[in-house]
Each structure stands twice: as structure tokens, then as C-alpha cells.
């Protein structure tokens, strides 16, 4: 009788650890399967993301100045005296009315900018704003959406450099809906012809440039709110 319950005991013993055996072996499996699957999804993304760097880079590269540009008005966002000249030159081709220079430092007068572009007087009374409201680029679209509405214009030259475009765009038409804004790039790195990957100060721009327009993407998809990026506005709610 005891030798009975003694190999009924062994018997159960062995089931059980055949159980358990195959408990483990289908964990160990499952894990296996788990980590599999999360490197070839971010294998995927990490795919999906360098492919689309790859395209942004191809698209800013591939903007031009539009041969004859011509719009009822200029804006160029601030960043480099490299830009704001280029907006004065439009200027004074009358490639627009008149020129907004969005951003610029509360400490930067209109006569250091007119000296520095080398400009007249008259034209910086005649036709040009200084807007000092703007602290980021979605300040920008809203200064520049401000202006538009006192003027009353509908077409809009938008200068800055070529791998800021996108992004700008972006934003000035989302917030100004029925405007048409026509691309004026100015080109401080040429992507085209250089290797742009080779050059950390350019690499950096292009990487810092592409998150930021991921960014803003992802906020127009979600609908997510976003501040006004202008200095009188966060100075009423205390920001």
C-alpha cells in the first residue's frame, strides 16, 4: 500500500513539473516573441523616421525664390540680417506694398535695422512695420495674421532661410486661413550640392527643424492648443 502511494506521489510530482516545464518554455517563448516584435516595430519607425528626415532635407533643398515674386505684401520672420536684407531688396523691387519684419528684439529699433540693410528713411516710413510682438514662430504667424487683418491683404511673400519654410508655412496658415503665402527661401546652406550629413552646424539645423515641424504636425492632427507666442499676450495672463 505504501509503495502505491509512494509511485502515485512520484507520478503527480512528474506531471507537475511537466507542467510547470511547459509553463516556462510558453513564458520564455512568449518573451522571445514580445522583444522580436518590439525591435522590428522600432525597426520600422526608426525606418519611417530617417525616411522622412531624408524627404525634408530633399524638400527644403529643393526650394527656389519664385523668379518674379510678387504678392500684395512681404513678411520676413527674424533670424539673421541675412533675411531682413533680402525682404528690403524685395521691398524695394516692389515685389510688395509693403514689409513686415516679424520678431524682432523689443531692444531693436527701426533705425539700427535701416542702417543695417543700408536703406533709406523714407522707405522705412513709407513702407515698413517693425513687429516686436513675436517671441517664436507661431508668434510670428500671429503678429503677421494681425498685420494682414489691418491691411486687408490676401497674398503674402514669406521670406526666411529654406530649412525654416515648412514649419513657417505651417504656421502662418493655420492661423491665417484664405491667405496664399508664396515660398521666398533664403538659402544659407546649399543642401544640394553639399553633404549636409558631414556638416554637424547644418546636420543640427535640419534634425532641430525636422522635430519641430513633426511637432507641430502631430499638434494641427490632435487639435492640441498651443500659446500665442506673442509677448503682450503672455504679459496679460502673467506668463
Known amino acids: 500500500m505504501m509503495a502505491d502511494e509512494t509511485s502515485e506521489a512520484e507520478t503527480s510530482g512528474e506531471t507537475e513539473r511537466r507542467r510547470l516545464a511547459r509553463r516556462?518554455?510558453?513564458?520564455?517563448?512568449?518573451?522571445?516573441?514580445?522583444?522580436?516584435?518590439?525591435?522590428?516595430?522600432?525597426?520600422?519607425?526608426?525606418?519611417?523616421?530617417?525616411?522622412?528626415?531624408?524627404?525634408?532635407?530633399?524638400?527644403?533643398?529643393?526650394?527656389?525664390?519664385?523668379?518674379?515674386?510678387?504678392?500684395?505684401?512681404?513678411?520676413?520672420?527674424?533670424?539673421g540680417f541675412q533675411r531682413i536684407d533680402q525682404a528690403v531688396d524685395l521691398l524695394k523691387a516692389g515685389a510688395g506694398q509693403r514689409l513686415l519684419i516679424s520678431g524682432v528684439h523689443p531692444t531693436t529699433t527701426s533705425s539700427q535695422i535701416r542702417r543695417n540693410t543700408q536703406s533709406s528713411?523714407?522707405?522705412?516710413?513709407?513702407?515698413?512695420?517693425?513687429?516686436?510682438?513675436?517671441?517664436?514662430?507661431?508668434?510670428?504667424?500671429?503678429?503677421?495674421?494681425?498685420?494682414?487683418?489691418?491691411?486687408?491683404?490676401?497674398?503674402?511673400?514669406?521670406?526666411?532661410?529654406?530649412?525654416?519654410?515648412?514649419?513657417?508655412?505651417?504656421?502662418?496658415?493655420?492661423a491665417n486661413p484664405g491667405i496664399a503665402f508664396v515660398p521666398y527661401p533664403v538659402v544659407n546652406?546649399?543642401?544640394?550640392?553639399?553633404?549636409?550629413?558631414?556638416?554637424?552646424?547644418?546636420?543640427?539645423?535640419?534634425?532641430t527643424e525636422y522635430a519641430k515641424l513633426t511637432v507641430a504636425s502631430l499638434r494641427d492632427l490632435l487639435g492640441t492648443p498651443t500659446d500665442s507666442g506673442l509677448r503682450t499676450e503672455r504679459a496679460q495672463t502673467g506668463q
Request: charge should be positive.
Open 24 to 79: 516556462t518554455r510558453r513564458h520564455v517563448s512568449f518573451r522571445r516573441q514580445l522583444a522580436r516584435l518590439t525591435f522590428y516595430v522600432l525597426l520600422m519607425v526608426a525606418g519611417c523616421g530617417t525616411a522622412s528626415l531624408l524627404y525634408f532635407a530633399d524638400q527644403v533643398a529643393s526650394l527656389q525664390p519664385p523668379a518674379n515674386p510678387k504678392a500684395d505684401a512681404i513678411v520676413v520672420l527674424t533670424g
Open 189 to 207: 546652406s546649399d543642401l544640394k550640392s553639399t553633404n549636409w550629413m558631414a556638416n554637424p552646424m547644418v546636420l543640427k539645423s535640419i534634425l
Open 121 to 174: 528713411a523714407d522707405l522705412f516710413r513709407c513702407c515698413v512695420d517693425i513687429g516686436h510682438d513675436a517671441i517664436d514662430t507661431i508668434g510670428n504667424a500671429h503678429e503677421t495674421a494681425n498685420w494682414i487683418r489691418n491691411n486687408g491683404y490676401r497674398s503674402i511673400l514669406v521670406v526666411t532661410n529654406n530649412y525654416h519654410m515648412p514649419r513657417s508655412l505651417l504656421e502662418l496658415r493655420r
